[in-house]
Structure formats: C-alpha cells, structure tokens
C-alpha cells in the first residue's frame, strides 16, 4: 500500500550536492554552495516508471516527486489540494467532488484533463493492466467486479465533466482522501501510455510527467538519473530547486563518508548497528518518524513444514524480538509488538495504534520446542530444512537473518537446518512476487495514516501482498468488516484490527520482527524537505538551498 513499499532495509539516503559549470566529477568542485542543484541518493535500483505498475518503494519514491496527484500530502499530514482547486465529501462519505485547476498541463506541454484522471483509475483496476495496487480502489463503485471480470472499466465509479472529477463509492472509506494523494493513482495521459504500449514506464522518456519535476537519465537500468524543474507544473513559480541529482548508492559506509567530507547534505545513520552507535550522539542527529515494519512471510502454499500451524507458533515463540532489535539493528528498530509499525496513527484516545491492537507476541524457548515437536509428528517428513531469504543491500538485514537462523537451529537442534539466502533487493521482490521461497524477510511502509494500509495486505489469500498465500478466515472477516460495515465508525474500526491482529498472532500466518525509525545526519542548509511517516516519505517539491 505506499508502494510495494515491500522495500530493501536499507534507509534512503539524502544528499545535496553542487553542480556548478566547474564541477569536478559527480559530485561537483563545491558540493554546498549551488543554489540551483539537489544531490540525493537512494540504496538500491528503480524498478519502473509505469504509474500503475510501480510497487517498491524507490520507483515510487521518484514518481511521487515527478507526478502530481489530485491532492499532496503537507508537511502537517494532511491531504491539500494539488492538481485539484478545490474538493468536496458528501455527508455519508460516498461522494468526492473535485474541482481541477485551470490551465493544467503535462511536461510535454499538452492538456492534463479530468479524462486522465478517470484513464488512470480505470486502468489501476483493469485485469489486464495486472496492477498489485488494484486492490486499494476496492469500494470505489464497481471496483470490485471490474477486477473480477464480471463489469467492463467503463462502469468504474469514476467519471468526468469538464473540470470536475467526481468518485462513487460502495462504502465509506476513511484512507480515501489520500488515495487521491497517491502516487499509484495519478493521472496517467491515455494518448502517450498506448503510444509506448510495452515500453511505457520503462524509461525516463518513455512517461510523462506532471509534477514539479521532469525526469531525465534513467534508461531502465542505469545508478544516475536526475530530476529538472518542470516548467508547465501549476505551481513552477514556487518550485525553486532546478535540478535534483540522484544515484544509486547500495554501500552505506560509503555514503556516511560523503557526508563527512561536506559532500552531501544528510545520511541515514540507521544502516547498521555500528553506524548507529557511532552517530547517534552527533550534533547533526535528526529523527524523524517512519511508519514501517519488518516481518517474516511463511509460504504456506509450497513448504509442507511451513503449512503446519504449529511449526510457524513454534517459529514465532522461538523469535526473541527484543534480543534481535537490539543485537541485529544496534537499537535502531524496535522490537515489534503487532503487525503494524509505530507511529502509523492513533486511536480514538490518543493511544498508538500498535500499542492498541498488539495481541501479546512472546519469546517461550520450551513452548517453541514443545509445538515444533508435535508439528514435525504431524508433517512426518523428517528433518526441516528452509531457505531464509532478505536483501543484500543492508547490514541490518543481514543481521536479522544471521540471528534468526542461529535463534531457530539454537532452539530447534538437529530438527531444522537454515539455509540463509542473500540476494538483491530486485531479486528478493521477485522472489515475493512469484511465492519462491520458504521464509522471506519483507519490509513495507506504510501508504496512509490508517490501520488499513497494513491490514489490507492480506485482505484476501489472493490479495496482492500476501506472498504467503495463508488463509485465516477470522483475519480476513475482521479486515472486511472494518473496510465496511465499520468504516464510519472510528472506535468500532480499531477494535476489528484489534482482531485482526490476535487471528493473525494466533495462526502464526506471520512473525513480526521489528518496527522501523530513523535517524539521520543533516546539514542545516536545505530546507523544504517534507518527511512523511507513510506515503511519500521524501517529497522534494518546494525543497531548496537556503
């Protein structure tokens, strides 16, 4: 949901750079004092361009910086009008009425319409767009069957007169406001995705842009790329940052050294245990919040061991998640206490959500030891052997799976042999995608400030999201009926996550490992950054050098 935030564990890095006509290699002669140019870099590769095709976090991160949606979410959290003038919600929540801005336009100078934004919305629910993101239009009219195939996308509830774009829904649905601030559902211009059929979103010239940046550079598999200043964006008077530059920086030790030596402007200290430790007490620190988790996947569909309920409640009892936070991340994760991440959102009264809905995760080696026993009686085919899959890029993923595969043969003995499986951040989503593995390390962030956006990753066992393949009735009817019948009623909704959570805990469909926070190093003269928890969490839009 924010994109297949299912994203590499290493942080984004950020950084500001100079580009002046005397540069001196990529990173410029004098990296801290061109007014006009931006430098960031991000730790692993981008995946695409296509607006409904993108899922992982820096496809996302690049296109939520370079296309405009309907509304943009502010540095206070809340959704504002962007491409929109103005928007209205009707008394039951079933109606949303935009009012575009006059004079829109498109990088390339034509006319961005209400049409478009229709175009988009229908194309996200089309089967044969085959979009992981279709699910999030579940309860726009329509939606639903649409994506079964039983109603034509024409019938969407989603339609345009002149400047006005209006939404039908089935039910109420509290996250809708920023749906229309989402990446993913961003005007999409028909005319230009059926020109490069196939090709679209595979390049930065093979998609067009209407945000306050054009992108320039990527040629679908290459580390630098840059952002330019988008002349025909509505707002371009305001935007006063020419050129962002970015490249593909997979090292975190690299980057931190960057930063030392004054040639950008801000690191992620959260890389690594000793990166943390070393920086955390520097003056240049910096928190901000970053509503996201790391948990473990089982493939229930394939791994006959993995299918077991008791096996996976003897995996979770046997995952010490408060030992791990603080032995593999150094301190700067928390151990996990639900599926969803800290500081996504809160309650009725002011309570964190995580802390409300936790359903009593624990370490207990003997009952751990107890159920694996009983579970290997009922698989009865001998000794369990299983892959323990995460990314490359990141020391701290790393980690986890060396503590994780030392926890569970600690604990298991000679019952379970862990084979680790270290793979690039690109292969490891492939890998989740398509349900090769046993265990998979998967990180998501979240896409708005509401439970749903963790919840409705397994909304279904065909949900997008669910790798796993598990099914939980008791899981899916809570998720449902917050999504519906509950929808208007706040206090009834966090009780249906609530369980949510405790069908989840119960079936072990999942094992939380920890929930994420950041701290970085920053320089005080770039300012405008605005840092959301969910959603785009780095929006460069009116980011500049002071």
Known sequence: MKRWQKWTAAVVVVAAVAGGTKAAGWWGKNPSSDKNTLNYAMPTDIQTLDVSKATDQYSNLILGNTESNLLRVNAKGDAAPDLAKSYQVSEDGLTYTIQLRSGLKWSDGSKL??????????????????????????GVLNADDIMAGKKDVSELGVSASGNTVTFKLDHAMPQFKYLLAFANFAPQKQSFVDKEGDKYGTTADKQVYSGAYKFEGW??????????KNDNYWNAKDVKTKTVTWQVVKNPDTALKLYKQGKIDSVSISNSPEMYSANKNNKDVKSTAVAASTYLEYNQATNAFLKNQKIRQALNYATNRTELASQATGGSRDAAQSLVSKGLTKTTTGQDLSAYVKPGYTYDKK????????????????????????????PIAKNTVDYIKQAWESTFGSDIEVTEKVVPFKQRLKD???????????????????GSTFYDLFASQDAGYNSGKFSNQAYFAAVKKADTTDANNASARQDDFKDAEKALMDDANINPLYSWKNSSLVRSNVTGVVQNPVGLTLDLTYAHRK
Request: no cysteine; glycine share 8%.
């Open 113 to 138: 319409t209400a049409q478009d934004v229709v175009y988009s919305w229908q194309r996200m629910v089309n089967p044969k767009t085959g979009s992981q993101y279709a699910s999030l239009a579940s």
């Open 219 to 228: 040629n679908g598999t290459n580390g630098k790329f840059k952002m330019v």
């Open 367 to 394: 009952k751990a030891q107890e159920l694996f026993k009983e579970g290997l009686a009922e698989v009865n085919q001998g000794k369990m052997k299983i892959t323990l899959e995460t990314d490359a890029e990141s």
């Open 432 to 450: 989740s995608q398509a349900g090769n593995f046993d265990v998979v390390a998967t990180n998501w962030n979240g896409d708005y400030q509401d």
